[in-house]
């Protein structure tokens, strides 16, 4: 057996044992549908993992708690809330990331999936992702301030649509051309 097939029957057996699909070590020859589903069967299996390491991990944690409780180091406490506790765990495995980006949007849209459901598939919580977007919103609000001081025939909503287009949309009444065609 020469070298090369030796490391793919290695790559396979290795592959086979997570329970993975030998198509991980070339995914360039499956199509969009065989992808997605190869991309399904790894997270269920990581996510079977997950789930064993958790319950013994969880185990653990619950025991260090209880030896820190009794022996002084972490106040006592009757009730139940010192085990609701749980780990974060890395974003699923994904083969194409826009593509889940996309199919995250239309679910959202559509009401099939939650901002939660989307929160949890990138490793945030939903709180998160409000206070990106409110952080977000309230930089465009002071940069479209900023601009209609410096140019005061521009109205909230013209210069909003202009921050938030970066000035790329050629209708957009602040584009490049039009802010040209105004100061003449």
């Given at each position: ?5 030796w ?16 198509q ?30 958790n319950?013994?991990a969880?185990s ?10 009794d ?5 006592k ?20 990331s ?22 949890k598939?990138?490793?945030?919580s939903?709180d ?5 977007r ?5 930089s ?26 970066m ?18």
């Amino acid at each position: 057996m020469d070298t090369n097939n030796w490391l793919r029957n290695i790559k396979e057996e290795a592959l086979f044992s997570l329970g993975w699909p030998l198509q991980l070590i070339n995914p360039s020859q499956l199509n969009e549908v065989a992808a997605r589903a190869m991309e399904q069967q790894i997270n269920r299996n990581i996510e079977t993992r997950q789930q064993t390491i958790n319950r013994v991990a969880k185990s653990f944690v619950s025991f260090a708690l209880a030896k820190g409780m009794d022996n002084g180091d972490i106040p006592k406490t009757d009730l139940p809330v010192w085990r609701r506790f749980s780990f974060s765990l890395p974003e699923p495995f994904v083969i194409d990331s826009y593509y889940a980006d996309k199919s995250d949007l239309e679910g959202l849209k559509a009401g099939n999936k939650t901002l939660n459901d989307i929160a949890k598939r990138v490793g945030k919580s939903e709180d998160d992702i409000i206070a990106e977007r409110l952080n977000s919103a309230s930089s465009i609000c002071r940069a479209a301030r900023e601009l209609m001081t410096e140019n005061p025939e521009f109205n909230l909503q013209e210069a909003v649509d202009f921050i938030g287009n970066m000035g790329q949309s050629k209708s957009s009444p602040l584009s490049k051309q039009s802010i040209a065609t105004r100061k003449e």
